[in-house]
């Protein structure tokens, strides 16, 4: 590989910050140089125009949806795997073999939460609209409210708790960390009412998120236009009719 | 990290080959010295009690589900996470970043065409049996065999005619080609109809499949006992109202 001092080139949907979210919030805290691709004009090479054109591309391993990544010459996709490698290169993962097997397997079962959040409003297909599948939509999404976000959840909090209280994994801020913040902000910004409940159990989760957005640049990208907001396009939405204490 | 020597013992439930059946064949086709815990009897140690124990074992970061895999000191969960870590230790990933980090992309994409044809006869909630959710299931799998299931194996033929044709990454048997050849199998179980029709189209995933068939380490494993077979308790379940041509 070369180029490996070039400027980061993320790729995902202008609109929501969905699984793009994740390796933007490690790409902001690193305070890397990047480019948020798709949110640049189409007159500029950005726009969904951008996305189809490097998922079309064909100069070497494709990639099946976004978010993707490239640096230089590197092109990869899935949202857990550009998290682990820019982690990795800015210090925000473990140094340690066991410490980074550990990040990347929580990474992965935040995957698992964000993609059953997502299927709680798309039980059927992601390809019909939310009105289409609504009466699928309120049982699974009863089921995951009593009970797979308090799993979720409570194996967080014991996995901080197990590693002192501060971290997820390691003895830093890692890629984890902000992922799990934001998966707890898209909780709350979705089912307000059984999240309020469901944390009252996780105080250290709670803690955990206050504390990822105090950190100085992810305070400033908070503030900042970069910062998408959730809305009902995206993995987190709110829908009152499937939320409840 | 200490004894690398050690034994691997990977953990998962007794009667399925699920997302257990990844890291498994990672296993079989390295020849690697492992037990498969819950498969001894519980006198010995093994039966699901084993596999309730290490969830509930706080020695170290805790998994949220099997499968996991300990390794002397070393205990991780997620079955990407495992084909990785033993992949790369038994030559069966590529040995540059740019290849292991492909090879990790195509995993992940791997597991969500699992997630999604597991989904198909849950599309509600694990916990319930699938008499309880089949409304929906049908919806779902009308979805899965009508657009995704063509688009996963698409978008797998295209990255394997763009390296090649003989491996999905790199120029040798990584655990991506034992997965694809595991979801090819398991496809092809749940919904043959469609499998049939749709795999018409996907050539050179099927001579992949039966390639990684023939290697002799799988072979042998394939004959054995240990091989499970599918069944309508795992991830891809037979259930002819679910299937169409």
Redesign the interface.
């Known amino acids: 590989?070369t180029a490996m001092t070039a400027t980061y080139e993320l790729f995902y949907w202008p609109g929501i910050p969905g699984r793009g979210e994740f390796p933007r919030l490690v790409l902001e805290a690193a305070g890397a140089d990047y480019v948020d691709v798709a949110r640049r004009p189409e007159s500029e090479g950005g726009g969904i125009p951008a996305l189809v054109a490097l998922l079309e591309d064909?100069g070497?391993?494709?990639?099946?949806a976004v978010p993707m990544l490239r640096h230089g010459?590197?092109v990869?996709?899935?949202s857990?795997?550009l998290c682990?490698?820019l982690g990795e290169r800015h210090g925000l993962a473990p140094e340690?073999?066991?410490g980074r097997?550990?990040a990347?397997?929580?990474q992965?079962?935040v995957n698992?939460l964000a993609?059953e959040a997502h299927?709680t409003h798309h039980?059927?297909?992601s390809?019909?609209y939310y009105e289409e599948?609504q009466d699928?939509a309120r049982?699974?999404a009863a089921?995951f409210r009593e009970?797979r976000m308090p799993k979720?959840l409570g194996?967080f909090e014991?996995?901080l708790e197990?590693?002192g209280g501060a971290h997820l994994?390691g003895d830093a801020v890692s890629y984890v960390d902000l992922s799990v913040f934001q998966v707890m902000r898209g909780l709350a910004y979705a089912f307000p009412e059984r999240f309020a409940t469901v944390s009252r159990e996780t105080p250290g989760l709670l803690e955990l998120a206050d504390r990822v957005e105090a950190l100085p640049k992810i305070a400033a990208y908070l503030a900042s236009e970069r910062r998408l907001d959730f809305n009902e396009m995206g993995v987190f939405r709110r829908y009152p009719e499937l939320d409840g204490a």
Request: aromatic fraction near 8%; hydrophobic fraction near 40%.
């Open positions: 590989m064909t070497q391993t494709p990639g099946f010459e590197l990869i996709s899935q857990a795997n682990r490698y340690d073999e066991a097997l550990h990347m397997q929580l992965l079962t698992d993609d299927d039980p059927i297909a390809a019909l599948q699928a049982d699974r089921h009970a979720y194996y014991r996995v197990q590693n994994v």
